[in-house]
């Protein structure tokens, strides 16, 4: 007992000295961050009291986002901080965070010596003890060391017998073998969890640099919740994914139930792909470059993430655990690839008429070519494939699009109309300019279909709002998130040595002046959507930014009305006997019931965690058995371009298997091309 209090000792005496030695460079970046939050966002807020309550609470949410660590002992002593922080920006003092962190790491430590003692505890399953399950509540901070025993207890039980029931959904069987499964599984799950602990301790390199960068989290999302700190890595990171290129290995990674690190996708063409040693399933045990090793164990994936794109690390060696057993180490250095993710494809929907299908999945960039060409210039290349082919309409897919860049959707939105004013722009002196579009004449000019939906967010739905203010095209599907907002990338410092900052600058408007900010585009025609009620939108964002209008009117060049009110009503027509649809409704319903809108509690038992499993399970089944088996009438095809790009490329053949199948497979698809045949027609009749 003495050793490890001696050692306990040591160790916060490291980690103070270790803090306040850092605490000058986090002082800097608070100070940085304020003067350019000032200076540049678009709505900056008073560093004052309101400002030090919400950014306190932010910050406590960021640490400890369920209230399972800290004790209500440890809030009590945080609370004097709730009027301070302005104070301590005002002077410059940033030894307020130590404290954070220093108790942080001793609460994970007292979980995970917790969570060891239970390795000797005899569980009890017989019903003693209750599960409560309430919804939309944060549950209160705990009031004693008893309590934060009987969390962990009851926590490892339930996911010892959910983790039975899914590894074996015959109960009679469990109940038979019950003391042989759970011995084996228990001292697993335990591990899994101290390894998630060790995790967090280990978050972002350490716990102190999670914690500093949780408070300037903290600080931005009270400005709005879309500007962030980045360091240099999650700045590559987050650009990379706006681009159609990007230094990498090829690698796609996640954390498995083991807690191990495994290599789920190769992108073809990259240095992984390219080496032929590494192969999707294969274990990484360990990342190594000529100065530092990440040790794959009890890591989050993230920060595997974090490591591969760092941009000091273009040479790394990986120590991979093959699926037979042996354990190679492997050399590579990143090569320039293309995004699979940011990649567009045209196909050919056949049913009545052949229309063109394009997916967008985000409105990425070639950042580091002189022109910036990006998605629109795909779009445009597809386009151009598909027309040789005489398709009479086209459907543009923003589902999940979560936008990228608004030049992008400037260019992709004048592709389709003559020319004119597309979205007005302000800043935060109140002045405001048009992005227009220049070019006459349009590359395609038959009808459009626009698929948006909740997470439809952003450049996204600059995009859909520009078609919909024109009447050049119908928007179907769900509310989109609600983002009429732009950032901008900026270095804390000249050198950037002090990081980032992703920083809200602009709002944009529609061309009628309105702005869908914190509301969503209204689709022109909404159908059942499975994320109804989930409150993902930015409205439901805390500190989100308002929806108001600009006093501005422009003229601009709007198109003969479309005929919504009759496709709407054919689509509805089509949708009241729909099964497939009906299906959607049945499993959101289902999906809010037993998540969004649980409020249960049953006894302990295998027999109940059973029940609740299999209820849900067998409810799923039966109400998605529509989906599963439902196929479109409608064929799907590549153009003839595509084709013949494909027939030297294998693996490009069996993921366009995939694609063309999951086309056929979409019910929004088809119903989109059964709402374009519908305008084709009514086109045609006037």
């Not at 103070?16 to 800097?28: A, L, T, Y």
């Amino acid at each position: 007992m003495l050793k490890r209090t001696v050692f306990y000792l040591s160790v916060c005496f490291s980690l103070s000295f270790g803090f306040s030695q850092d605490n000058q460079r986090f002082c800097e970046q608070l100070q940085a961050l304020q003067k350019l939050v000032t200076s540049n966002h678009y709505q900056p807020k008073v560093i004052n009291d309101s400002l030090s309550s919400s950014v306190y609470d932010l910050f406590l949410d960021n640490l400890d986002d369920s209230n399972r660590l800290f004790m209500q002992e440890d809030i009590d002593v945080f609370e004097s901080d709730r009027l301070q922080i302005d104070d301590y920006i005002h002077t410059n003092n940033c030894e307020f965070v130590t404290k954070y962190a220093e108790v942080l790491n001793q609460r994970i430590e007292d979980s995970k010596d917790i969570l060891r003692a239970l390795e000797t505890v005899t569980f009890d399953y017989s019903g003693k003890d209750t599960l409560r399950f309430k919804k939309d509540s944060k549950w209160p901070y705990f009031r004693s060391k008893e309590a934060v025993k009987s969390y962990w207890s009851k926590r490892m039980r339930y996911n010892i017998l959910y983790a039975l029931v899914e590894n074996d959904s015959v109960l009679d069987r469990l109940k038979t073998d019950f003391k042989d499964l759970e011995k084996e599984l228990k001292p697993k799950l335990i591990q899994k969890e101290i390894c998630q602990l060790e995790a967090l301790q280990n978050k972002l390199g350490s716990l102190d640099a999670f914690v500093k960068e949780s408070f300037l989290n903290a600080y931005l999302h009270y400005h709005d919740p879309n500007s962030s700190f980045f360091t240099p890595t999650e700045k590559e990171i987050f650009e990379s994914s706006l681009s159609n290129h990007q230094f990498s290995f090829g690698i796609t990674t996640e954390k498995n139930d083991d807690g191990d690190i495994v290599i789920v996708h190769i992108s073809p063409g990259s240095a992984a792909f390219n080496n032929g040693e590494i192969e999707v399933n294969d274990v990484i045990k360990s990342l190594q470059t000529t100065s530092q090793t990440l040790e794959t164990y009890c890591v989050s994936n993230e920060d595997v993430i974090d490591f591969l794109f760092d941009q000091k690390h273009n040479t790394i060696t990986f120590k991979i655990k093959k699926k037979n057993g042996p354990v190679l180490d492997i050399e590579l250095t990143k090569t320039e690839t293309k995004t699979e993710d940011n990649t567009v494809s045209g196909f050919i929907i056949e049913d009545q008429s052949k229309v063109g299908y394009i997916s967008i999945p985000s409105f990425y960039s070639d950042m580091d070519s002189p022109n910036g060409l990006g998605l629109a210039n795909d779009v445009a290349k597809e386009l151009y494939k598909l027309q040789k082919e005489n398709i009479e309409g086209l459907i543009l897919d923003l589902r999940f699009n979560g936008g990228g860049s608004m030049k992008e959707a400037a260019d992709l939105s004048g592709m389709f109309i003559n020319r004119g004013p597309l979205s007005i722009l302000r800043y935060n002196n109140g002045e405001t300019i048009t992005i227009k579009d220049f070019n006459r004449g349009s590359l395609f000019t038959k009808p459009i279909v626009v698929l948006v939906n909740n997470y439809s967010a952003s450049a996204s739905e600059f995009f859909a709002a520009s078609m919909q203010d024109y009447n050049r095209a119908v928007i179907v599907g769900a509310t989109t998130h609600g983002k009429a907002s732009a950032q901008v990338i900026f270095p804390l410092d000249e050198d950037e040595t002090l990081g980032y900052s992703k920083l809200t600058v602009e709002k944009f408007y529609r061309v009628t002046g309105q702005s869908h900010q914190s509301k969503g585009v209204v689709p022109d025609i909404i159908l059942p959507n499975l994320y109804d009620g989930f409150k993902t939108q930015e409205q439901f964002e805390a500190f989100a930014l308002k929806n108001d209008t600009v006093g501005k009117t422009i003229k601009f060049p709007k198109l003969k009305k479309l005929p919504v009110l009759e496709l709407k009503k054919k689509s509805f027509n089509r949708l009241v006997n729909h099964t497939p649809f009906d299906a959607i409704k049945g499993l959101n319903q289902l999906i809010l019931n037993n998540y969004f809108n649980l409020d249960t509690e049953y006894q302990l038992t295998l027999d109940n965690v059973y029940n609740e499993m299999m209820n849900y399970r067998q409810h799923w089944s039966t109400i998605s058995q529509p989906l599963d088996v439902h196929q479109s009438r409608f064929l799907v095809k590549n153009s003839q371009s595509t084709k013949e790009v494909m027939r030297y490329n294998e693996d490009q053949k069996r993921l366009n298997e995939t694609i063309l199948k999951d086309i056929k497979q979409d019910i929004y698809i088809e119903e989109a091309q059964a709402i374009l045949q519908d305008l084709l027609k009514l086109n045609a009749l006037n």
